[in-house]
């Protein structure tokens, strides 16, 4: 059927493709583990691996936070909310690519966005895409933008659901707002929380069009990521071993996530009263 | 009258109802305003930048510069839209945009009905083992089979084709879960009644289920556009030649092509942008709907 064609088959293929040497054109050898213990030693597969993950972590605790305290106002938000929330949306609709576009003008160090907004407080302007501290973060805040009306309605939909008798229980018993969210509604939401968490962690191990679109990885190799290292490995280094190797680090690590996060929220139900 | 459960058939009404905050008339007015207020920053930051878009798009490339900047262009410079509409094969990128998610879409709404119509409610040898094989596949990251895929397709002679955009994404099974849920939750009642009278499987499912699940269809025919719009790692890799780029990728060319002339990636970005936000204007309901049930699940 067609899964096999075009999922079941290339997961085969990618895990022994990751015991291959050569490249897109010519032959291939089977070559045991070497591409494994290559990989290890290449300063560009360490750095892509480490960026992946440190742009995950940038990304998804703003991103969770922002949504979550701006979802707890969205509910006072009773008159024009659905409009407010089309526009909070509305960024989300952006494909990725576009989106960089957009970020091309907003980090231009001479007349973007962002340093008119730093020149307005007294900041002089940054190189943001040219400085290696800077450009993770700033490919990071694209993302964060694109997330933050996702994200919001995701939250909002869930605070929604929760019953409503216990929190007029715990209003009565004399808990404050502030008590309440952190006894109440976080444990309450701790299912939608994690599923939310490895979802988007996956989402962000993949990134890959804004990098693409930006900064092809650079400068050096702070913005190398894992996809935009297999789309290289495939298209210009000639290495498919390396490539493949790392994408089966990347399956791994969903995979791993993934199980994690069903059998968490297995135990959960069975360990519910 | 039998309801199904989603909230996708809910009426306007009810639907709002439901997501309308009730037993918070205790919020202070003061309260209320900072709500207000928080939300209104809020909006500002995410639809800020494409007011930034748009005026840049409106300005000759030499008035970027200046400073202060300008937000509202005295004089409106429509030659970044001519450049792209007349001097690039922009046109030609949205037409091959809408034409491959069109297809997909269409594609997928058909068939990952009629999968999870058997899923839901068929009986045969293997159901669950093929189940756990679909719900498996959904781990999958795209990115990670990239290279055999791209291996897969050349060695069937389709790189740079429309089939090479076209078939991959029709094995996302995501669809084939999502019609499985709302299928699910419909009443045995009726097809077994439709079944004693005789009905095909077929009929059953093309006269009784597809109409009951008309919303659900929308959602997966909504989401499934939105993703085929905004994808771009695969078109990217798996056609090379220009006039059958897709929109997202031909735009994001530009940079290699010309000198970065922001001009006319602003006035693209705008422009690409304008069909989904209509799409996301006409659907909101589902959209909403769609994220609803997304929650509600938990």
Known sequence: MFFTIFLLVPVGLVIYDSFESGGLIGAHHFVGFKNWTNVWSQALAIESLKNTFVYALMVIPTVFVIGMILALFLRNVKRGGPALRALLYVPALAPVAVAALIWIFLVNPDFGGFNLALSTVGISGQNWLGSSSLALPTIASLEVWRGIGFWTLYFFASLLGLPRELYQAAALDGAGPIRRFFRLTLPLLRPTLLFAAVFATVYALQVFDSVYVLTDGAPGNATATVVLYIYNALLNFNELGLGAVMSVILLGVTLALTLAMMRLLRNRRVGAP | ?298
């Open chain 2, 1 to 298: 009258m039998t309801r199904s459960v989603y909230p996708g058939s809910y009426s306007r009404p009810t639907l709002r109802r439901l997501i309308t905050p009730r037993g918070l008339e205790g919020a202070s007015p003061a309260t209320t305003a900072v709500s207000y207020g928080v939300v209104v920053v809020a909006c500002l930051v995410t639809i800020g930048p494409f007011f930034y878009l748009l005026s840049s798009s409106l300005k000759p490339d030499a008035s970027l510069f200046q400073y202060p900047p300008v937000w509202i262009p005295s004089h409106l410079y429509w030659g970044n839209y001519a450049h792209l509409l007349f001097h690039t094969e922009f046109l030609r990128w949205v037409a091959n945009t809408f034409l491959v998610a069109g297809v997909v879409t269409c594609a997928k709404v058909l068939f990952d009905s009629m999968a999870g119509y058997a899923f839901a409610k068929m009986r045969f040898p293997f159901r669950n083992a093929l189940f756990v094989v679909v719900l498996m596949t959904l781990m999958i990251p795209f990115s990670a089979i990239l290279i055999p895929l791209f291996f897969i397709v050349r060695d069937l002679h389709l790189l740079n084709t429309y089939w090479a955009l076209i078939l991959p994404p029709l094995a996302n099974p995501i669809g084939i879960f999502m019609m499985r849920t709302f299928i699910e939750g419909l009443p045995s009642d009726l097809e077994n009644a439709a079944r004693l009278d005789g009905a095909s499987e077929f009929a059953i499912y093309w006269r009784l289920i597809l109409p009951l699940v008309k919303p659900g269809l929308v959602v997966l025919a909504v989401f499934t556009f939105l993703i085929q719009y905004t994808s771009f790692l695969w078109p990217l890799v798996a056609v090379s030649s220009t006039n059958l780029e897709v929109v997202t990728v031909g735009l994001a060319g530009q940079s290699s092509i010309s000198q970065v002339d922001y001009g006319i990636y602003s006035a693209g970005a705008l422009m690409a942008l304008v069909p989904i936000t209509l799409v996301f204007l006409f659907l909101q309901r589902f959209f909403i709907a769609g994220s609803l049930a997304g929650a509600l699940k938990q």
